[in-house]
């Protein structure tokens, strides 16, 4: 049970499961890398736009091979290893960040007729899913493959026996770390609801009819509705934070570090961090549309095809998610690192909390049917308990102010 | 500032995406050039088709990055190359370090020396960016030669002269609109241009300063 919750596995049929598994492994690998190409075009083309220029237009139509000739070059360049580095970190660190980047899009569902057939296709006679791989540790498998990705670019800058690769590594250590806490209480917020770990479970969960909108218009069962926008916007920025894209990317700010942890890399080595960098923007936009935007799950017009809408869906909120971060790149000037520390500690960390604890407190509620009374009672205490733990947090932080003034003069 | 004063940004960077873009695709699509670009250099002849270039090596002398480099000799008296005593027989310029600054044209006594609007010409070797007489020399009909590595465009090649001709070859204003120059193989005596005080071909002296035009000598 490797592959987890798939019904591929409960058959008995091996040499099928084998193969079968293997093509999606291929088509899930080969999806990736074309899409991070049409990706790096995508980013280019709209930035460009979004700038009054016209950006890559020669290779290609619309120079959407770009990506390629780019790729073409690196591939080609001398690949240069600094004395004073590392050598086997320094080799070894862009595969720690691409290799996770890979792994994660396994556990996203991208296809499949959620609204009728649960999400299950049938693959050369056998029942499946669209995804590469189900596992029953699910979303978890994802914070731990981020985690992973942290030891890529920390030890990249580290290994390089450069000063400002080892900055932009600390830069990258401190504010992933900072961030992953927000991001893992913004997931939490999500399981609550959805009751499972399994990324196919969390897609099935949002298919099902959901809230009315002031009792008439119906409502997508989104996580996004149910748990009430704030953890998605925290996963958003938390996310966002956790790619090193603007206006988070301080990790490689040119301004300030070169090129931040890759500035000793060339050639093939960098390449893989850049396809590593945009690879995670796909993967983790997959993962919010996945979270709290259900999914492939979509209306299905047409019966018998129902898969083919279930990746249609899927595509397009993914497109959506994708264009944002574009935006956002094209928009916002980088944070100063006390901002970023100020927005991750004193506004993600402690809104999701709270929130979680809203929502914790909602579902048990609604288990155990509480009367009004016993409502007012909770939202009574829990005000009281917010308005200490504010007044205590604003203390700690204008303590911390003062005494920074201190050194300072 | 407020929440939404910082989404506006958003609104911003939006709305580009619908105007017109600036950029000017190059190789294919070019700016206009402006009248007095310095590109590379031509040696100008008479009407006659005299060289002007008397070979004083006053550009050579003039040149801040000493890509110049002249060899005067007396004139076959049978068969003159320029009207004077001496010609230029060797002329090259080196365009790996000539910085287009133009001094060589305000120093040459006969305006054999001017520049071209010509700036797309590149070389493969450091010996083709040296510039001989030949390729120097304007052609038979004053204009000119359009060497195969350099990428001309249609009214590079006139107006050659353009600076020397917007006030006297000694840059003093009170010449302002008066012909000092001599003529030029395939143009004659060529006509003054508007001078630096805008359009009017014929400022208004009483607006020259006496004390100022004192500064000039």
Redesign the interface.
């Known amino acids: 049970m490797l592959f987890g919750l798939d019904p591929l596995y409960l058959e008995d049929a091996w040499l099928a499961e084998l193969l079968i598994t293997v093509l999606k492994v291929v088509v899930a690998f080969a999806l990736l890398l074309v899409a991070v190409m049409l990706m790096i075009w995508f980013e280019r083309k709209?930035v460009s736009?979004?700038?009054?220029?016209?950006g890559p237009?020669m290779a290609g139509p619309w120079g959407i091979l770009q990506t390629l000739a780019d790729g073409v070059k690196l591939f080609f360049k001398e690949d240069l290893i600094p004395d004073k580095s590392d050598r086997f970190v320094f080799k070894l660190a862009p595969y720690l960040s691409l290799i996770p980047a890979f792994l994660v899009f396994a556990i996203v569902p991208i296809g499949g007729d959620f609204v009728n057939k649960a999400g299950v296709v049938r693959l050369f006679g056998h029942d499946t899913y669209l995804q590469v791989a189900d596992p029953h540790i699910g979303i978890l498998f994802f914070l731990a493959m981020s985690s992973m990705a942290v030891y890529g670019i920390m030890l990249a800058g580290w290994s390089s026996g450069s000063k400002y690769p080892l900055l932009g590594s600390v830069r990258a250590s401190a504010q992933m770390v900072s961030y992953e806490a927000a991001l893992g209480l913004a997931l939490v917020a999500v399981l609550l609801q959805s009751e499972s770990l399994s990324t196919h479970d969390i897609a099935l969960g949002q298919a099902a009819a959901g809230p009315e909108l002031l009792g008439v218009v119906p409502l997508p069962n989104w996580n996004l509705l149910v748990t009430g926008f704030v953890p998605f916007l925290v996963f958003l920025i938390a996310g966002t934070a956790e790619l090193n894209r603007p206006p988070f990317d301080l990790v490689e700010a040119e301004q300030e570090l070169v090129g931040g942890f890759h500035t000793e890399y060339s050639s093939i080595r960098f390449a893989l961090f850049f396809l590593a960098e945009f690879m995670n923007v796909i993967t983790m936009s997959a993962i919010i549309v996945t979270l709290f935007l259900g999914g492939p799950a979509g209306p299905v017009p047409i019966e018998g095809i129902g898969w083919a809408f279930g990746i249609l869906w899927f595509f397009l909120k993914l497109m959506l998610f994708l264009f944002f971060y574009v935006?956002l790149r094209?928009?916002?000037p980088r944070l100063r690192y006390d901002q970023l520390m100020d927005l991750g500690w004193k506004l993600l960390i402690p809104i999701s909390l709270a929130w979680l604890l809203f929502l914790a407190t909602r579902n048990i509620a609604n288990e155990y049917d509480w009367s009004a009374g016993q409502i007012v009672l909770a939202a009574g205490i829990g005000l009281g308990l917010l308005i200490i733990c504010t007044s205590l947090l604003m203390a700690a932080i204008s303590a911390g102010d003062a005494h920074e003034h201190e050194e300072v003069s | 500032m407020g929440v939404l004063d910082y989404l506006r940004?958003?609104r911003?960077?939006?709305d580009?995406?619908f105007?017109?873009?600036?950029?000017t695709?190059y190789p294919e699509e070019k700016s206009p050039k402006p009248d007095r670009l310095h590109g590379r250099h031509v040696l100008n002849r008479y009407e006659d088709g005299m060289e002007k270039c008397i070979g004083c090596e006053l550009c050579a002398g003039v040149c801040p990055a000493k890509c110049i480099y002249v060899r005067g000799q007396d004139n076959p008296l049978d068969e003159p190359v320029s009207p004077g005593e001496r010609f230029g027989y060797i002329y090259e310029i080196n365009y790996l370090r000539c910085i287009h600054c133009d001094l060589c044209v305000e120093a040459c006594p006969t305006q054999a020396i001017t520049e071209t609007k010509l700036f797309e010409f590149s070389f493969t070797n450091r010996s083709d960016a040296i510039y001989t007489k030949d390729e120097l020399l304007v052609g038979d009909d004053g204009l000119p030669q359009n060497l195969p590595w350099e990428d001309w465009r249609p009214g590079e090649d006139v107006a050659t002269s353009a600076w020397m001709r917007a006030t006297s070859p000694a840059g003093d204003a009170d010449y302002v609109g008066t012909v000092g120059w001599s003529g030029e193989l395939g143009y004659g005596v060529r006509a003054p241009e508007v001078g630096q005080f805008g359009e009017d071909p014929e400022p208004p002296a009483a607006e020259v300063d006496p004390v100022d035009e004192g500064g000039h000598h």
Not at chain 1, 49 to 54: C, E, F, K, P, T
């Open positions: 709209l736009d979004m700038h009054n220029r016209i237009n935006w094209a928009t916002l | 940004g958003f911003v960077t939006f580009k995406l105007e017109e873009r600036v950029t695709e």
